[in-house]
C-alpha cells in the first residue's frame, strides 16, 4: 500500500483506497505521512513546499480583534487567580460569610447594642468579645479591599489598554502581545 500527497488538494490519497489521484500527487514515506498528522493533530497545517511535497506550517495568527479578545480572556483569568490567592487560607464556607460579618462589625462599631448573631457565635467560640472581634474583622476587610482593589484596578488599567490599541496601526499585533499580566506586576514591584 502506497500514499501520495497532492499539492493541489492538499489531500492525502492511499492506493489501497484511491484508484484514482490528481496528476501532481507524489509518493510518500508512511512514516512521513504520520508524522504530518500528528503535527496536524498538534496545531499545525498541511502545506506544500516549492516542489510539491507535504510540509507542516503554522497557522496564520489569530485575527486582531481575536488576539485582543483572547489577551482580554488571560488577563481575567490572572485576576481572577490572584483575587483567588487573597482567600487561599480560608475555606470558602467562611468566605462566604465575610459580607455578613462585616455588616455585622459595622453595625455593631456604630451601635453597641446591636445584635450580632454571627459574630457574637464566632467570638464565644475564640474567646474573645464581640466588639474584639468587630475590630479584627474590619481591619481584615478593610486590607482585604485594599488588595483586592489594586489587583482590580491592575486589571481594568490593563483592559484599558487593550481598548486603546487602533487595530489599523501597523503594530497593533506586538502592542496586544506586549500586555501581559506578569509584565505589570513585575513592574508594580509585585
Request: proline share 6%; glycine share 4%.
Amino acid at each position: 500500500m502506497k500514499t501520495y500527497f497532492s499539492a493541489t488538494t492538499l489531500g492525502f490519497y492511499v492506493s489501497a483506497i484511491h484508484s484514482d489521484r490528481p496528476a501532481d500527487a507524489v509518493e510518500i514515506a508512511h512514516e512521513e505521512y504520520v508524522a504530518l498528522l500528528e503535527g496536524q493533530s498538534a496545531g499545525q497545517l498541511i502545506a506544500a513546499d516549492e516542489q510539491g511535497r507535504p510540509t507542516l506550517a503554522s497557522p496564520p495568527p489569530p485575527p486582531l480583534a481575536e488576539r485582543r479578545a483572547a489577551a482580554l480572556a488571560r488577563l481575567n483569568a490572572a485576576c481572577e487567580a490572584a483575587l483567588a490567592a487573597l482567600k487561599a487560607d480560608c475555606p470558602e464556607s467562611e468566605v462566604s460569610s465575610w459580607a455578613k460579618q462585616e455588616a455585622e462589625a459595622r453595625a455593631l462599631q456604630a451601635d453597641p447594642a446591636t445584635p450580632t448573631p454571627l459574630l457574637s457565635a464566632i467570638a464565644a467560640a475564640r474567646g474573645l468579645t464581640a466588639a474584639e472581634l468587630a475590630a479584627r474583622v474590619l481591619a481584615k476587610s478593610d486590607a482585604y479591599a485594599v488588595a483586592a482593589g489594586a489587583l482590580i484596578g491592575r486589571r481594568q488599567a490593563l483592559e484599558d489598554a487593550l481598548a486603546a490599541i487602533d487595530l489599523g496601526a501597523p503594530d497593533a499585533e506586538a502592542r496586544i502581545d506586549a500586555i501581559r499580566w506578569d509584565d505589570q506586576a513585575a513592574q508594580d514591584g509585585r
